[in-house]
Nanobody, 119 residues
Framework: QVQLVESGGGLVQPGGSLRLSCAASGTNFGSNDMGWYRQAPGKERELVAT???????NYADSVKGRFTISRDNAKNTLYLQMNSLKPEDTAVYYC?????????????WGQGTQVTVSS
């Protein structure tokens, strides 16, 4: 029932910007801790940024100062604003939700959206 759908990926030149969106449904979005992860070919999936239900943010060192995670609870949407993009940012980006169901915590993933940074 919980569904996360990413959008906004594509091809961008180094130094460019891109904004990813994650539309959430089937959950009380405003109560969920959310995050963005990415996975490059041949590499482990890594955390990019997180944002709690209280809007406290955290970033991987590799993206700190360049990326901004935000949420619009009225629209049930998570965003990742990516500026000053580098080729090493190339990866599939995944939306992640930590959902509370009674006293249990369950995690959900979107299908991913490809971000390619190349000249």
């Amino acid at each position: 029932q919980v569904q996360l759908v990413e959008s906004g990926g594509g091809l961008v030149q180094p130094g460019g910007s891109l904004r990813l969106s994650c539309a959430a449904s089937g959950t009380n979005f405003g109560s969920n801790d959310m995050g963005w992860y990415r996975q490059a070919p041949g590499k482990e999936r890594e955390l990019v940024a997180t944002i709690t239900s209280g809007a406290v943010t955290n970033y991987a060192d590799s993206v700190k100062g360049r990326f901004t995670i935000s949420r619009d609870n009225a629209k049930n949407t998570l965003y990742l604003q990516m500026n000053s993009l580098k080729p090493e940012d190339t990866a599939v980006y995944y939306c992640h939700a930590k959902v509370r169901l009674w006293s249990l915590i369950r995690t959900y993933w979107g299908q991913g959206t490809q971000v390619t940074v190349s000249s």
